[in-house]
């Protein structure tokens, strides 16, 4: 690898580390902590198989479970895999574009995912950093099987690896058997007869499904409350919008303008990259280039299976889509990029760019992360009302706040003191609050602390400290039950309160 790609990575890491710094963990990667603290990989295989809390696959769960286990709950430790699988997925971006046209293209293929929008989950301790790096490992590992006639033992292995992984990673995971499955039939055709040891090494990673089919069932006990009541295809139009600039928030006439860009640039690229092939001598076979379009599609595919088949989809889960987008473009700049002064002032014009764009998103979350901080600090009026009620749990409706403060408050006894609350009335919620409020029983019933029933803290004479925000089900609760309620100060731009009931 050359001298500028390794200073990409170098620039890469660096941002990301940074960034991870200053970034507060938030509500989804929350949830990943409080999977991963579940007490013995038994247990937790069996809380997901029964009542699961995390929608992720047993995969992404189990190494958490073993990352939380070994290294604490720590915001690094949780984000290295994902910081990992980014910088895996720029590495072998490199080496799959080199073979096909130049190092100075495989470069650019490096660098560019840097400035796209799906650079944020790169810091996040969610699996799609992770299953971005399986899944350019599983088209690089194809890439080397297919061009090797012998020694090539060990990227069959690989294959296998990455695709039981990613399938395991995340479940959108499992569309990578559509562009590998429909490049290697290509090749089946071309050479008029069955690779068989790349075949055995796509069914051998098709086993990583048998692995992740029960945990999937078992999250079928959640509706489609996350899924926006009108599902159509502007869901196509907001992912790739997403996945280059990281924004996705437009209105119905802008969507409508967007999506006619997105399908004109989508064919010019493929036109382009065509009509490329065909003039200049890449080093591109028909199957790879199969794999190449199709996988620029995922968010088709990933739209088609939540269409007819999960009903639920979130442009994260297209990511994947920027390896192929990504290759693309190296390949249709390669001409240029092989021009001395011409390819040199791109590639330093990108370096810049990462770095400057670098810049901004640290100092954005450096001030946002120090705005929450400056939140949570207690005036008096409420530190004496907590110094009156040692020991005394604080109850917030609010899973979001819980976990913030009772992670990030400077005050180590109020961190101690913090507990969600949630309602056992299956009948009172629907949709996502539905779906919420089982989460959090199925976290309680796994024995996770600091998670209790609402049902069981507003028994009739108790007392109790809750934190109100105003805006959820807890105040029509405590309005119904006629509590007594005396305001003691503020935590977190919420009412800290003591209750006590009739």
């Known amino acids: 690898m050359p001298i500028m790609a390794i200073s990409f990575l170098i620039?890469?890491?660096?941002?990301?580390?940074?960034?991870?710094?200053?970034?507060?963990?938030?509500?989804?990667?929350?949830?990943?902590?409080?999977?991963?603290?579940?007490?013995?990989?038994?247990?937790?295989?069996?809380?997901?198989?029964?009542?699961?809390?995390?929608?992720?696959?047993?995969?992404y769960t189990g190494l958490m479970h073993g990352v939380i286990h070994v290294f604490g709950a720590s915001a690094f430790a949780m984000r290295l895999p994902s910081m990992c699988g980014y910088l895996l997925m720029q590495g072998c971006l490199f080496y799959f574009v080199r073979r096909i046209c130049s190092e100075r293209a495989a470069t650019f293929a490096l660098a560019l995912p840097a400035l796209a929008g799906i650079v944020s989950y790169s810091i996040q301790a969610r699996p799609y950093g992770l299953l971005l790096g399986l899944s350019a490992l599983t088209i690089l590992s194809w890439q080397t099987a297919t061009r090797r006639d012998t020694r090539r033992t060990f990227a069959l292995v690989i294959l296998s690896l990455s695709l039981a992984m990613a399938v395991n990673t995340q479940y959108y995971g499992v569309l990578l058997f559509v562009p590998l499955c429909a490049a290697e039939s290509i090749r089946v055709i071309e050479r008029r007869r069955a690779d068989v040891p790349v075949l055995v090494s796509i069914f051998?990673?098709?086993?990583?499904?048998?692995?992740?089919?029960?945990?999937?069932?078992?999250?079928?006990?959640?509706?489609?409350?996350?899924?926006?009541?009108?599902?159509?295809?502007?869901?196509?139009?907001?992912?790739?919008?997403?996945?280059?600039?990281?924004?996705?928030?437009?209105?119905?006439?802008?969507?409508?303008?967007?999506?006619?860009?997105?399908?004109?640039?989508?064919?010019?690229?493929?036109?382009?990259?065509?009509?490329?092939?065909?003039?200049?001598?890449?080093?591109l076979p028909h199957a790879e280039a199969a794999f190449v379009l199709?996988?620029?599609?995922?968010?088709?595919?990933?739209?088609?299976?939540?269409?007819?088949?999960?009903?639920?989809?979130?442009?994260?889960?297209?990511?994947?889509?920027?390896?192929?987008?990504?290759?693309?473009?190296?390949?249709l700049m390669s001409s240029l990029l092989e021009?001395?002064?011409?390819?040199?002032?791109v590639l330093v014009s990108l370096f810049a760019a990462i770095a400057i764009s670098g810049f901004f998103r640290i100092r954005t979350e450096k001030e946002q992360g120090q705005s929450t901080m400056a939140s949570l600090a207690l005036d008096p009026v409420t530190q004496r009302s907590l110094d009156a009620t040692p020991g005394q749990p604080i109850y917030v409706a609010n899973g979001a706040v819980s976990s913030i403060v009772g992670y990030y408050s400077p005050s180590p006894d109020l961190r101690s003191r913090i507990m969600l609350v949630y309602s056992e009335d299956p009948g009172y919620f629907s949709g996502v609050a539905?779906?919420?409020?089982?989460?959090?029983?199925?976290?309680?019933?796994?024995?996770?602390r600091n998670v209790v029933p609402y049902e069981s803290?507003?028994?009739?004479?108790?007392?109790?400290?809750?934190?109100?925000?105003?805006?959820?089900?807890?105040?029509?609760?405590?309005?119904?039950?006629?509590?007594?309620?005396?305001?003691?100060?503020?935590?977190?731009?919420?009412?800290?309160?003591?209750?006590r009931f009739p």
């Open 11 to 59: 620039l890469s890491a660096v941002i990301a580390l940074i960034r991870s710094h200053y970034h507060l963990l938030w509500a989804d990667e929350f949830g990943t902590a409080t999977t991963g603290s579940i007490p013995g990989i038994a247990r937790l295989i069996h809380v997901e198989l029964t009542k699961p809390y995390s929608p992720d696959p047993i995969g």
């Open 204 to 283: 051998a990673g098709m086993g990583g499904l048998i692995v992740a089919m029960p945990f999937a069932k078992a999250l079928s006990q959640f509706s489609a409350g996350h899924q926006p009541t009108e599902f159509n295809y502007h869901f196509i139009t907001h992912s790739y919008l997403w996945l280059m600039f990281g924004y996705d928030a437009v209105s119905v006439h802008i969507q409508r303008l967007i999506g006619l860009g997105v399908a004109l640039l989508l064919i010019s690229l493929i036109a382009g990259f065509v009509g490329l092939r065909s003039r200049v001598a890449l080093r």
């Open 294 to 331: 199709i996988l620029s599609g995922f968010p088709i595919l990933v739209y088609l299976l939540a269409r007819f088949v999960t009903h639920l989809a979130e442009s994260r889960y297209t990511q994947p889509a920027m390896i192929g987008i990504t290759a693309i473009l190296a390949v």
């Open 339 to 345: 021009r001395k002064t011409t390819g040199r002032i």
């Open 434 to 448: 539905a779906d919420v409020f089982r989460q959090q029983a199925n976290a309680c019933a796994a024995g996770i």
């Open 457 to 499: 803290v507003s028994k009739p004479g108790t007392e109790h400290l809750l934190l109100l925000y105003h805006n959820d089900w807890i105040d029509q609760e405590l309005s119904g039950s006629h509590a007594q309620i005396t305001h003691l100060g503020q935590i977190f731009g919420g009412d800290l309160v003591s209750v």
